[in-house]
C-alpha cells in the first residue's frame, strides 16, 4: 500500500518562507517522478512544481518560478518543497504525488498516489 504524508504546512505572513516535505511509504520513488500541486478553495487543484526520478530535470508553474524550489531525497524516500517570498495567493492545500514513470511531468493524469495534503495559509 501506497501512502504519502505531507506536512510542514501552516500560517506564514506575506514574505516569509515554508518548506514541505512528503514521506513516502510502499513506494520506492527512486524510479519515478513526483510532484506537487495545490488547490484553492473553490477552484482546481493545478500543477507547482515537478522533478524526474533522478532529480536532474525539474519543472515549476510560472506563478512560483524563482520562488520555490522542488527536491528530493531518495535515501529518505522524500520530496520537498521550499516556498520563500510567501504571496497571499500560494494560499492553498498543497499535495505531493508519485508520478507514473520516471520523468518530471505537469499533467495531472500522469500521477497516480496522491496525499491527503497540507494547508498553507499566507496573510498578506
Known amino acids: 500500500q501506497v501512502q504519502l504524508v505531507e506536512s510542514g504546512g501552516g500560517l506564514v505572513q506575506a514574505g516569509g518562507s515554508l518548506r514541505l516535505s512528503c514521506a513516502v511509504s510502499g513506494r520506492t520513488i527512486s524510479r519515478y517522478g513526483m510532484g506537487w500541486f495545490r488547490q484553492a478553495p473553490g477552484k482546481v487543484r493545478v500543477f507547482v512544481a515537478t522533478v524526474s526520478a533522478t532529480g536532474g530535470t525539474t519543472y515549476y508553474a510560472d506563478s512560483v518560478k524563482g520562488r520555490f524550489t522542488i527536491s528530493r531525497d531518495n535515501a529518505k524516500n522524500s520530496v520537498y518543497l521550499q516556498m520563500n517570498s510567501l504571496k497571499a495567493e500560494d494560499t492553498a492545500v498543497y499535495y505531493c504525488?508519485?508520478?507514473?514513470?520516471?520523468?518530471?511531468?505537469?499533467?495531472?493524469?500522469?500521477?497516480?498516489?496522491w496525499g491527503q495534503g497540507t494547508q498553507v495559509t499566507v496573510s498578506s
Open positions: 504525488a508519485t508520478g507514473r514513470t520516471f520523468f518530471a511531468t505537469m499533467t495531472v493524469s500522469e500521477y497516480d498516489y
